[in-house]
Each structure stands twice: as structure tokens, then as C-alpha cells.
């Protein structure tokens, strides 16, 4: 299995740009989650999917952000218009069902805004 | 809410036992989770308690107790690789909404 992947890796922009982040969950699992890591504020999740479906979305920071899964494959979160402030690592996690596996990390998305 | 504290940075010397502690106030549980992250790369999953008690996995252990809201890790024969920051993480009783602590930046030296 080729695990949780996203892209791109890295990712700078200008201030005002619209940024897209991707992430392809392992397959077969059915929960997806967004989370975002800084040094100041640590791993906060952001929203997480089930079957597609997004159930809470209370992490996230403003009408800036948005998330979609339109299908069991693949995710997305959008930022428009980003801002210095949402540099940070964002982390795409999936698992299956709400037993005791733990969650599966993509490698990350290193977002740096200017 | 939840508020989960653990302390920031730790020592150890190559071989020796470390235990890191993890303490948490919650509205509601529904499981405790630890995770392993090296500098630049993703967290890795190590161990999950949802009762109260310990799990031991090789080398790593896991101990809770929901009454005192207390959890800790306990890593034995510690080896270079294991320097990185270990995370606690509450899962509430709802779905699956996970906080996670700050994380603690584990220091092993020869």
C-alpha cells in the first residue's frame, strides 16, 4: 500500500494567492482528517469526512478555508485568499472505522505564504 | 473541552528507560492515543488505551487511567532513533474528533 498521499510537497506563495492542497486517502479507509501543525500552536485538527461526508468542521479557522471530498479517493483544502499567517504543515490522516488502529499520516504539505 | 499537557522536552541516555507522562482534562473519552514524530516527517501511530490499565508493545508501553486523567509512555532500552517528539492525543466519545497534546521532544544521547 502506498499510504497516505498528498501533494505537493512544499508549496510558497504570494499573500491574496488561492492555495490547493490534495490528499489521497489509503483505500478502503473511511474516516479522513485535516490537520495543521505549527511551533506556536502545535497539531490541530481541522475537519474530518466520513464516507465522503464531512461531520465536523469546527476546526477550521475562518470562511477562508474550505474542504471537499468528492469522492472515497481524494480530498482537498482550499485557502482563499491565503495569508502569512496559515504558514504551517498541513497533515492529510485517514483510518478505518473509530476502533483503536490509529490514524495514517500523509507526508505533509509545507505551505509557506509571503 | 479538552486540555492535554505534557511536558516539553526530555533526556535520556541510549539504553535506559524514559517515561513520559501525558495528563489530560476532557468532557467526555472515548480513547487515548500516542504517536511518534521525527523532526520534518509525519506522526506515526505506536498505541491506542481505552481501559484502564497498561499495553505493551516491544519496547513501548502504554498506561491509562481515566479516573486521575493520566496517561504515560514508557520506552525501554532506548536507542537513537527514538529522539523525536511523542504525542498524546484524546479521542472524544462523539466521533472522531482527536486533540492532541503539545508533544514532548525526547533527547536520546549515547
Known amino acids: 500500500d502506498a499510504g497516505v498521499i498528498q501533494s505537493p510537497r512544499h508549496e510558497v506563495t504570494e499573500m491574496g494567492q488561492e492555495v490547493t492542497l490534495r490528499c489521497k486517502p489509503i483505500s478502503g479507509h473511511d474516516y479522513l482528517f485535516w490537520y495543521r501543525q505549527t511551533m506556536m500552536r502545535g497539531l490541530e485538527l481541522l475537519i474530518y469526512f466520513n464516507n465522503n461526508v464531512p461531520i465536523d468542521d469546527s476546526g477550521m479557522p475562518e470562511d477562508r478555508f474550505s474542504a471537499k471530498m468528492p469522492n472515497a479517493s481524494f480530498s482537498t483544502l482550499k485557502i482563499q485568499p491565503s495569508e502569512p499567517r496559515d504558514s504551517a504543515v498541513y497533515f492529510c490522516?485517514?483510518?478505518?472505522?473509530?476502533?483503536?488502529?490509529?490514524?495514517?499520516f500523509g507526508p505533509g504539505t509545507r505551505l509557506t505564504v509571503t | 473541552g479538552q486540555n492535554i499537557d505534557q511536558p516539553t522536552e526530555m533526556t535520556a541516555t541510549e539504553g535506559a528507560i524514559v517515561q513520559i507522562n501525558c495528563t489530560y482534562q476532557?468532557?467526555?473519552?472515548?480513547?487515548l492515543f500516542w504517536y511518534q514524530q521525527h523532526a520534518g516527517e509525519a506522526p506515526t501511530f505506536l498505541s491506542y488505551?481505552?481501559?484502564?490499565g497498561l499495553e505493551e508493545k516491544g519496547r513501548f508501553s502504554s498506561f491509562l487511567s481515566r479516573s486521575k486523567g493520566y496517561s504515560y509512555l514508557l520506552l525501554k532500552e532506548l536507542q537513537m532513533k527514538d529522539s523525536a517528539s511523542y504525542l498524546c492525543?484524546?479521542?472524544?466519545?462523539?466521533?472522531?474528533?482527536?486533540?492532541f497534546g503539545p508533544g514532548t521532544r525526547l533527547s536520546v544521547l549515547p
Open positions: 492525543a484524546v479521542r472524544d466519545p462523539y466521533g472522531q474528533n482527536f486533540v
Open positions: 490522516a485517514s483510518c478505518l472505522g473509530t476502533g483503536g488502529g490509529g490514524q495514517y
Open positions: 488505551n481505552v481501559l484502564d
Open positions: 476532557t468532557s467526555g473519552f472515548n480513547g
